[in-house]
């Protein structure tokens, strides 16, 4: 009778002195949190990051540093914050995107929203009512109250599911500034990674030049892609849509001809799909508003709709989807022939659908190319 004494008294104990696995996070008693009721310029975010793997716990450390809305620097070191040497580095741009340590790898990609920001607070009320966003407890990260969301999906993840019956998602703890203080993510039930805010600093002073302008390491035949300035009123030929009203507020600030990171220009089975657009650029302080048209190299078609695409009405466009992404709301649209367009950016997603009915159809002309 003496053993299950013993065995309950050391479970007993190790329930007590086991580490909290959300130490640095404290949860707080229920209360408000005006998420996201300002929108700084720029932040720096240091995060103790926290991998549980089959070989236990390994902790790094990650430094985030965004100028919005296009400029984005993550640097993952080595160790516990403030970090060790770099394991690597990433930067995005208006259209490049870097990566590796020293040497490092250069794509001229689309103009988007800094790789690294997350505008979840766009779109959470339509996140909320579609199911794939709920409402949690309230806690204080790095002296800085935040509101737990619980989101349809995990790091990587390009759009956000369903809750209904998932076995993974991520909490995410979203302070005033809508800045992630903490992202945890779950797998059946299980802690599997977290990212805590140790550090957070808004509007820091940051060099003027650009975080990553090089011409890309490959060329557009190896995956490396093309971004080529036009000017604002030259189209090319066939059929162009254009805003009849600009968002008020918003700055045209660009028009390019692009060629995405792609390959398979040689491959008869990948060659129909190949893709290339004209992108419109519309900046308001930290926001972003992107319109993308083009088509299919031999009349592919251009995307498959997503399991997580809300179905929308977008007017002369036809039907479409709207896509909740960690960088913001996405409608896009197939209009036949290979050809496409997509409106995204850091809006609401009743703007962004505002924005694709406002476009209206115009006849094409020819590109003049800026920088020859």
């Known amino acids: 009778m003496v053993v299950p004494v013993l065995v309950a008294a050391g479970v007993g104990a190790y329930v007590l002195t086991r580490p909290d696995p959300r130490a640095g996070s404290e949860r707080l008693p229920d209360g408000s949190v005006a998420v996201a009721s300002r929108t700084p310029d720029a932040y720096e975010i240091v995060y103790r990051v926290e991998d549980h793997g089959p070989d236990g716990l390994i902790v790094s450390t990650e430094r985030v540093t965004v100028r919005r809305p296009f400029e984005s620097r993550t640097e993952a070191l080595e160790g516990e ?20 340590v020293g040497e490092r790898a250069v794509f001229a990609i689309p103009p988007s929203v800094a790789a690294a920001d997350r505008r979840i607070d766009r779109f959470l009320g339509r996140a909320l009512d579609e199911g794939v966003a709920e409402e949690r407890e309230r806690r204080r990260v790095a002296g800085r109250d935040c509101r737990i969301v619980r989101v349809g999906a995990t790091p990587g993840a390009r759009t956000l599911g369903t809750l209904d019956g998932a076995n993974a998602w991520t909490e995410v703890c979203l302070d005033e500034a809508g800045l992630v203080l903490e992202e945890v993510v779950f797998e059946d039930g299980r802690m599997r990674s977290r990212k805590l805010a ?28 093309l971004v080529r300035p036009v000017a604002a009123d030259s189209r090319p030929p066939g059929t162009f849509w254009e805003l009849g009203e600009v968002p008020s507020g918003f700055e045209h600030i660009g028009r390019f001809a692009v060629v995405p990171p792609q390959t398979g220009f040689d491959d008869p089975m990948a060659r129909p799909r190949i893709t290339a657009s004209v992108v419109d650029v519309w900046t308001r302080g930290a926001d972003v508003l992107l319109i993308d048209q083009g088509g299919t190299l031999e009349g592919g078609q251009a995307f498959d709709d997503d399991p997580n695409g809300i179905r929308v009405d977008g007017g002369q466009l036809g039907d479409g989807e709207l896509l909740l992404t960690p960088q913001g ?44």
């Open 81 to 100: 914050p403030p970090g060790g040497e770099p394991i690597g580095v990433q930067e995005s741009a208006l259209s490049r995107f870097a990566t590796g």
């Open 329 to 372: 709301a996405e409608s896009r649209f197939l209009l036949g022939g290979g050809d496409f367009v997509r409106v995204y950016g850091t809006l609401s997603p009743e703007e962004i659908i505002g924005a694709a009915l406002a476009l209206e159809e115009r006849e094409g002309g020819e590109r003049e190319y800026l920088d020859e």
């Open 198 to 225: 140790v550090e957070v600093g808004e509007s820091p002073d940051l060099p003027p030049a650009p975080f990553v302008d090089e011409d890309p390491t490959l060329g557009v035949r190896e995956g490396g892609g």
